[in-house]
């Protein structure tokens, strides 16, 4: 019986196709680059979401509740979805209020809208950071509108708040 030779010549860019190789190894090979990218985007896609959960949290609302004169009791991020400020307002002016409520929509807006302006510097560093600030731009500017949308609609948290 012969022994079948390897058609894969190895060089120093990879192994090549020679001959008739089965189509499974470049099957193979994509699929394993779609898995890692998949990882990937999912993980910057979790850090992205968490970062613009500690900014809605920490520079919209806490940082307008203290601004005001209020007292923040206690400050929560859950790892996955959302947090909450738990704040002493007191009795401060309607407008305050509105901004408390609201001030953490205004901070993913603006904290999203910054890649964007800055795109030409974000392009110059790493493949993976550049990937972030894309990532982290799309989930704040497209989760701050959901939330208002959504919170209007189904009368839900902070874009309804301020009526209570």
């Known amino acids: 019986m012969k022994e079948k030779k390897n058609n894969l010549r190895k060089s120093s860019s990879g192994p090549q196709r020679m001959g008739n190789i089965p189509e499974a190894y470049?099957?193979?090979?994509?699929?394993k680059k779609i898995a890692l990218i998949d990882l990937l985007l999912i993980a910057l896609l979790v850090l992205s979401t968490r970062f613009a959960a500690f900014l809605h949290e920490v520079f919209g609302h806490t940082l307008v509740a203290i601004i005001t004169g209020g007292e923040v009791h206690k400050i929560k991020i859950s790892l996955f979805g959302g947090g909450m400020v738990w704040a002493d307002l007191g009795s401060h002016h309607f407008g305050a209020i509105i901004l408390y409520c609201h001030a953490g929509i205004l901070v993913n807006l603006i904290t999203g809208a910054l890649p964007i302006f800055f795109v030409e510097k974000i392009k110059n560093v790493n493949f993976v950071w550049?990937?972030?600030?894309?990532?982290?731009?799309?989930?704040?500017?497209?989760?701050?509108?959901?939330?208002?949308?959504?919170?209007?609609?189904?009368?839900?948290?902070?874009p309804v708040n301020w009526v209570r």
């Open 26 to 31: 470049s099957v193979r090979s994509s699929w």
């Open 130 to 158: 550049a990937l972030f600030w894309a990532v982290f731009a799309m989930t704040s500017l497209l989760g701050a509108f959901a939330y208002l949308v959504l919170g209007l609609y189904y009368d839900f948290r902070d």
